[in-house]
């Protein structure tokens, strides 16, 4: 299983959350979503993981982010 964690800014409440959560859960081969509110990350775990279509999601659900960080 792969796992990846991404920073993620623009996240203020549990609506946040709960986008980013729906929005990276819908991309091919996402086994589960973590979203650290506090931390302003997001951990992504599935198989086969396209990380731009992760990273597309997050923009989509309105946020900004960055490049993955060391799991």
Known sequence: MDEKRYRVTGMTCGHCVAGVM???SGVPGVEEVRV????GTVL???????DTA??????E????VAE???V
Do not use: I, K, S
Not at 36 to 39: A, K, T
Not at 44 to 50: E, H, I, N, Q, S
Not at 54 to 59: G, K, S
């Open 68 to 70: 993955p960080l060391p």
């Open 44 to 50: 992504v775990r599935g198989r086969a993981l396209d």
């Open 54 to 59: 992760v990273r597309t999601a997050v923009v």
């Open 22 to 24: 729906e929005q990276v």
């Open 61 to 64: 659900a309105g946020y900004t």
């Open 36 to 39: 650290d509110l506090l931390g």
